[in-house]
């Protein structure tokens, strides 16, 4: 049996497979804390308290002395600092945070081409910028910095003590030079980090350290076993769904959102803010655009309104189409097609009798609308593909899946079990590394348990146009005072 570790954003999840059919599952919740106004954090111990909780769950199904191998999958961009004894010198700053908005400017104008590079334009989102706003802002805390890891690969220290990551995690640093899946030194040196931190890069199935006796003490896991590098969660979504193949897709729906696309070469396009980062896999690549909000607006408005996310959308469906109104859904800026770290969301066109169901609706119709905007950020790139799977939390409302269908035009499919994602994944790179799949068995679809055909709806397209139209009327006026 094979676990895959999934380190979200809203909670940790663990599966074990046999590399295909999922035998248990567990997942244990995280919080986000926001100390300041643009910042996202949390603690490494939280992270690791959850995987323990997870493990304990998953060992009151099934003893966990019949796991063989343990594949990693996590949030990607995130700064987990580690002083020279590998201690941990602050909270860790997630991908949702902007306070390094100041510093991407800063790294764009000292490396025009980093584009290029990196395969994606700088945003506060990633790695790079954090460490110059860390130097900027926290000089102490940057004097004593000696390594530096990713959610994922901190948690990987905890388990086998090894400091590494894998490519596809990598890639969401900017540290990488893409084309060459190698650090590229000019670019730490650009924003502020000594490239003698950077963990050693590894493919996503290679083994790259061994559960020791002190975490095996803490989890229950029987010590030695192999942990494979695994990847970061659109990689590791990616390979649960046999994407590792030229011309594959998926759109992915957690509490980010995430529109993927499969290749066999590296082709940057910076200008749309669409990422060409290195796949898990060698030789590899994906395209892939990135909504910052993804599904997290429905359990945004689930909390605002004293439900849960389920009623969020049952509402939605009983709302009247007509009497709609507009929402944008930038709770945190947003990335892929904008690359706009100030908008945030709001509505539009409320009534008098503008009631609960027409918020729900809204609030999914902007989830719906921010995929119909990255698919048209890819051009025709993504014309020649026969569907897009799904997967996620939100991939469970069917309602949900058609409104995406019909707002982007793309045929979407669910497999069963598609909410398991990344953290099978993860588990399936296990299996490979250990050699109970090959590299082309990675490439293996699941069957498709759900089709969602799109639909032409007049409604919704002009509804559609009105979204983008309030984006660029309300853009200047987010933007910070000169």
């Given at each position: 049996m094979f676990l895959g570790i999934d380190i979200g954003t809203s909670a940790v999840k663990v599966i074990c497979t046999d590399g295909t059919a999922i035998h248990a599952t567990a997942t244990a919740d995280l919080t986000v804390q926001s100390p300041h106004q643009g910042w996202s954090e949390q603690t490494t111990d939280a992270w690791w308290m959850a995987t323990r909780a997870a493990l304990a769950e998953i060992a009151e199904t099934m003893p966990l002395s019949g796991v063989t191998g343990i594949g990693l999958s996590g949030q990607m961009h995130g700064a987990v600092l580690l002083d020279s004894a590998r201690e941990v010198l602050r909270p860790a700053i997630l991908w949702n945070?902007?306070?390094?908005?100041?510093?991407?400017?800063?790294l764009q104008a000292a490396l025009p081409e980093i584009g290029t590079i990196a395969g994606v334009l700088p945003l506060p989102g990633f790695t790079a910028p954090k460490l110059m706003w860390v130097s900027r802002e926290e000089p102490d805390v940057h004097a004593r910095i000696a390594h530096i890891l990713l959610p994922k690969d901190y948690i990987g220290l905890r388990l086998h003590g090894e400091l590494a990551t894998d490519r596809s995690d990598a890639a969401g640093t900017l540290w990488l030079d893409q084309a060459t899946r190698d650090w590229s030194h000019v670019v730490a040196e650009a924003s502020d980090?000594?490239?003698g931190w950077l963990p050693r890069l590894a493919d996503g199935h290679e083994v790259v350290g061994q559960v020791t006796a002190a975490a095996a003490a803490e989890t229950g896991l029987p010590a030695g076993i192999p942990v494979v590098a695994g990847g970061g969660d659109a990689a590791t979504g990616a390979v649960s769904l046999g994407a590792t193949e030229p011309g594959r897709g998926f759109i992915s729906l957690g509490t980010s959102g995430q529109l993927f696309v499969a290749g066999d070469a590296y082709h940057p396009n910076p200008a749309k803010y669409v990422h060409a980062f290195a796949h898990t896999v060698p030789g590899r690549w994906y395209q892939m655009a990135a909504m910052l909000n993804g599904a997290r607006p429905i359990a945004w408005l689930a909390g605002q309104l004293g439900i849960s996310a389920g009623?969020?959308?049952?509402?939605?469906?009983?709302?009247?189409?007509?009497?709609?109104?507009?929402?944008l859904p930038y709770l945190t800026g947003e990335r892929s097609p904008h690359g706009d770290p100030h908008i945030r969301a709001g509505f539009f066109g409320l009534e008098d009798s503008t009631d609960r169901a027409a918020l729900c609706r809204a609030v999914l119709e902007a989830v719906a609308f921010t995929f119909a905007d990255a698919v048209e950020s890819f051009g025709d790139t993504i014309a020649d593909l026969p569907h897009l799977a799904a997967i996620g939390g939100g991939s469970k409302s069917p309602f949900l899946l058609q409104?995406?269908?019909?707002?982007?035009?793309q045929r979407i499919g669910r497999t069963?079990?598609?909410d398991a994602g990344p953290?099978?994944?993860?588990a399936r790179l296990a299996?490979?590394?250990l050699g109970a799949l090959s590299l082309s068995d990675l490439g293996q679809q699941p069957d498709v348990a759900d089709w969602f055909e799109p639909a032409p709806v007049h409604d919704l397209s002009d509804r559609l146009q009105t979204y983008r139209a309030l984006y660029i009327a309300l853009k200047p006026l987010s933007q910070p005072s000169k």
């Open positions: 945070d902007s306070r390094s908005t100041e510093d991407c400017a800063r980090t000594d490239p009623d969020v959308v049952a509402l939605a469906e009983s709302a009247d189409p007509a009497r709609v109104p507009t929402f409104l995406i269908a019909n707002a982007t035009g069963a079990g598609s953290a099978m994944g993860a299996a490979c590394g």
